[in-house]
């Protein structure tokens, strides 16, 4: 009974995990791309597709520490210090992402759906500078540093969102070392 739990959360683990993690690391590139560009629907399906996957699997994902505890049962480790320490990640990890990852992407959702694009240059205005022509004198503008332009809200919620996603992923990858390693396992692993 044993091999079949473990069977099935290390299956769980690869099909619900890893897709969260990967969805969520794209999304925020995805999102950046989606805002430069407000009117291109391909950009806005990718973002929706990509929120939609974490959200699916993020669900789907509660099988991998439900059989994962039915595993330690069956092996009697629920005492040891690595599975305690991974429990507690996983359900760090699972909090990062219900109330950072998520919310923040639909917010960004949203943000994308609003944004509406730059407007366009009227007719007959040029944004380029007027070349002063022979009969008048050549004036040199003074040097002044032009500042660097700031980061959009957005943009800043898009790298935030990023911060979080690496720490999630982290958490994951961090139960999945300790769940190889078992740190004092007796099996020699």
């Known amino acids: 009974m044993t091999k079949f739990l473990l069977a099935i959360h290390v299956l769980a683990a690869i099909v619900a995990i890893g897709p969260v993690t990967v969805a969520a690391s794209m999304f925020p590139p995805a999102a950046r791309h989606a805002l430069a560009d407000p009117h291109d629907e391909h950009a806005l399906a990718i973002v929706r597709n990509l929120s939609r996957i974490c959200r699916i699997y993020a669900v789907v994902g509660v099988v991998v520490p439900v059989f994962g505890l039915g595993v ?81 809200a957005a943009h800043r919620a898009t790298v935030r969102l990023a911060m979080f996603t690496g720490i999630f992923n982290l958490l994951w990858a961090t139960v999945t070392v300790l769940m190889i390693v078992r740190p004092g396992s007796t099996t020699g692993a």
Request: proline letters at 16%.
């Open 72 to 152: 330690a049962l069956n092996m009697d480790v629920l005492g040891d210090t690595w599975l305690i320490v991974s429990i507690v990640l996983t359900a760090l990890a699972a909090a990062v992402l219900a109330l950072l990852v998520l919310p923040r992407q639909d917010a960004l959702l949203t943000t994308i759906a609003t944004t509406e694009p730059a407007p366009a240059p009227t007719p007959g205005h040029t944004a380029e500078p007027v070349l002063a022509t022979a009969t008048e004198p050549t004036r040199t503008p003074p040097l002044t540093p032009t500042p660097p332009a700031q980061p959009s």
